[in-house]
């Protein structure tokens, strides 16, 4: 019993590697030849796997696309949850939010690619992928916000939602420019950048 | 010599109107099939001409989709300057240049999908687009902030081209936002929202 529960285990182990192999290759094979233009046998070369392999993993390019963007989403809001979770001021909980917003995909050069351009390039993509794990997220950021009205930290004459997709926008900006731009600099501290505007506004006081 | 050169005017008048009907069959068909999915063809056809007409005005597709935007751009930067022009205040220019942004593309929902969409699904387009008219956009905003930093009315611990992306990005997600959404309302309103964050931040003075 022990030998045949430690082999499933082990087979259990062995598929998930090769889900996370094939997911790490569309991310890099999306970003240097762009979604539209990369093929699953491009894909299963990355990964250094036989195309039908890929297939046993997921159906469709399309497919592979979106748990790209799944994993990643959860991933992020799974540690956003628990970071925040030990926070108790909700500014403070809103800058840990923006900057692992920014830490994450400063990390990783490829996901911010299909991020920012790649999971962008049709409606229906849009429209598939603001539903799901984004909504989650705004909703994190909506909530906060919320809370610091009650609290007091924040002003209460603004819509929460509003000020969620300002304040996401505002980050999304600079991710964008950070993966468009010729130089080379570190994306994770522009998000206090962002929070000394979204706190304190530019008027002089 | 007075017919001569009127029908000189009129030819020109021709063209100027057969390019601007091929502009606008062209925002209207890549806003409906994806700019990937188009085909020069269907814009012909949503125009009311043959197909060979259009390749006296474009080279092709992409040239069309860069005339869109350089035309839509051109339009909006020049209204924009003429009107700050005639305002003083810092504050009150970024507020016009805002809601300026949100009007044209609120005023045209499929010119709208063309931007906030078509042309950000590669980052080929992404590299061009974020030169050209929208940089010379994004100085605008920058010198408008700096001007207000000298005269007082902005904080003067800021950096002026961050600050003017974080206010572009929170246009932008507005527009986004209103193209996805299914649920009908106004755009242009939602400039105000913005400046209300942008200018007077979240915090609770």
Redesign the interface.
């Known amino acids: 019993m022990l030998r045949s529960d430690s082999s499933i285990g082990q087979a259990r182990a062995a598929v998930a590697d090769k889900r996370e192999a094939i997911l790490r290759a569309a991310i890099k094979v999306f970003a240097q030849k ?1 979604y ?1 233009n990369s093929k699953v046998a491009d894909i299963a070369k990355e990964a250094g796997i036989a195309d039908g392999t890929v297939y046993l993993y997921f159906k469709s390019k399309e497919e592979i696309l979106h748990s790209v963007f799944d994993r990643a989403m959860e991933e992020f809001i799974a540690e956003g949850k628990r970071e925040i979770a030990e926070i108790e001021e909700a ?1 403070k909980r809103l800058q840990r939010i923006a900057q692992l917003h920014l830490e994450k995909l400063g990390a990783d050069r490829d996901l911010a ?1 299909v991020f920012q ?2 999971l ?5 993509f ?2 598939e992928f ?1 539903g799901g794990g984004f909504a989650e997220y705004l909703e994190i950021i909506q909530k906060t ?1 919320q809370e ?1 009205q009650k609290t ?8 929460p939602i ?2 969620a ?2 304040l ?7 991710v ?2 950070w ?2 731009s010729k130089r080379a600099y570190p994306l994770a501290p ?1 998000a206090d ?2 929070l ?10």
């Open positions: 762009g539209f500014d690619i351009v790649e962008r390039g049709s409606t229906k849009m429209e603001s916000i610091g007091g930290v924040f002003r209460k004459d603004l819509r509003t000020a997709k300002i996401y926008g505002a980050l999304d900006e600079m964008t420019n993966i468009l522009m950048e962002v000394k505007v979204f706190f304190g506004g530019v008027l002089q006081k």
